[in-house]
């Protein structure tokens, strides 16, 4: 693989459609509503009271398959990062337009690996406005030495050596992958047992983006209105099963909120670096 091919790399004009069931789907795949009478998540999984649109389910309204277009081999990547900006509150149903290239490359060496950035721009059918930007960081393991291009989204902001302001802990479901992958990601790796010990896990984990919009829910459950999200960034860092019960560290920093998430049982966090920007 050439460096100028991969920086070639483009989508233009993707289209999507989605209604409410889409909407109320993905808030159910990240666990909202586990307790179906809380008046906090019904607003997530109930049309009948206004239904509100959880942000991050931008990064599965927009899987133009970009990722895929670009010939790194699947089975050679890891999702490093994500990075969410949302230019206005999602609708709950609606028609987007989206755009989707190869942003930069850090190569790492040839035993090392690249990171590969991949940003999407997605904008509403009916007035063209746009609607969010996420950007995608992914070790693709197989190309270290290809050399490096651009400038890579850097979504190492830290967290503070204070103690959390606070904590927000959650239960995922034992089958929050099978569920989960009714979004659009049908990665066998969260679905087959055999794959996974294939691949050196005990058994089907549960996708990255799943972890990363349930931050929406800690944050939902700390009193932040999903309305007011401007942007969210975290790196992954290890794996979560379904089934674990994860635990979202907080601290508040003004406008912005820094975060992490851990899994408690094994000691270990899955995601560092967050943070999360509000209007």
Request: charged share 25%.
């Amino acid at each position: 693989m050439k460096l100028a091919d991969l920086l070639e790399t483009k989508v233009r004009g993707w289209q999507r459609q989605w209604d409410e069931r889409d909407t109320l789907l993905y808030a159910l795949s990240l666990g909202f509503g586990m307790d179906p009478v809380d008046p906090v998540d019904h607003r997530f999984v109930y049309e009948g009271v206004g239904l509100h649109t959880v942000p991050t389910m931008a990064v599965v309204l927009a899987s133009t398959g970009i990722l895929q277009k670009t010939g790194l081999s699947l089975p050679q990547v890891l999702h490093a990062g994500q990075r969410l900006a949302v230019h206005r509150p999602l609708p709950a149903q609606g028609a987007l337009l989206a755009d989707a290239s190869v942003m930069s490359i850090a190569d790492r060496g040839p035993t090392k690996g690249a990171f590969v950035e991949l940003r999407t721009e997605a904008r509403l059918a009916i007035d063209d406005a746009p609607l969010f930007t996420f950007d995608m960081i992914v070790l693709a393991r197989e190309i270290g030495g290809i050399g490096s291009a651009g400038c890579p989204f850097n979504a190492a902001h830290g967290d503070p050596v204070r103690p959390a302001d606070r904590t927000v802990t959650l239960d995922t479901r034992p089958d929050a992958a099978l569920l989960y992958r009714l979004n659009g990601d049908r990665n066998p790796l969260h679905a087959d047992p055999e794959v996974a010990r294939r691949v050196g896990f005990e058994r089907p984990i549960l996708h990255g983006l799943c972890t990363y919009g349930m931050v929406c829910r800690a944050l939902v459950r700390a009193g932040v209105a999903p309305e007011s999200l401007m942007s969210l960034d975290a790196r992954f860092s290890a794996p979560v099963y379904p089934g674990d019960r994860l635990s979202f560290d907080l601290w508040d920093e003004g406008s912005d909120i820094r975060f992490n998430c851990r899994v408690a049982d094994r000691d270990v966090v899955v995601l560092r670096d967050g943070l999360c920007r509000r209007r």
